[in-house]
């Protein structure tokens, strides 16, 4: 375990929080997925009514959000596992005497 100024970073617990936060991003990529299929149905199934242009839009706009959360969710992961990696090689340098 690395003391960094105060706290210690615990690699293990970096990599699982890694693990989870992939999870949870597939997870979240899956829903978009699917509100966003279901408000294009929405739009499909009501092709001249007022409400298909709004559904329509609000699709556009959750796939757009909805990737750039799961790209930044994704993109933490591997900076935790980046961090993990070097804590573990900054452990292992302290434990052969070199500082």
Do not use: I, K, N
């Not at 990599?15 to 997870?27: C, G, H, M, N």
């Not at 092709?47 to 839009?57: H, Q, T």
């Amino acid at each position: 375990m690395t003391d960094t100024t105060g706290f210690a970073l615990d690699p293990e617990d970096l990599r699982s929080t890694a693990v989870e936060l992939a999870a949870a991003a597939r997870q979240g990529q899956e829903a978009v997925r699917e509100l966003v299929a279901g408000l294009r149905a929405l739009a499909a199934a009501l092709p001249a009514s007022r409400a298909a242009p709004v559904a329509e839009a609000l699709a556009a706009a959750w796939e757009a959000d909805g990737a750039r959360w799961v790209a930044g969710v994704l993109a933490l992961g591997e900076a935790l596992a980046a961090t993990a990696t070097s804590a573990t090689d900054a452990d292992a340098t302290l434990a052969r005497g070199v500082r």
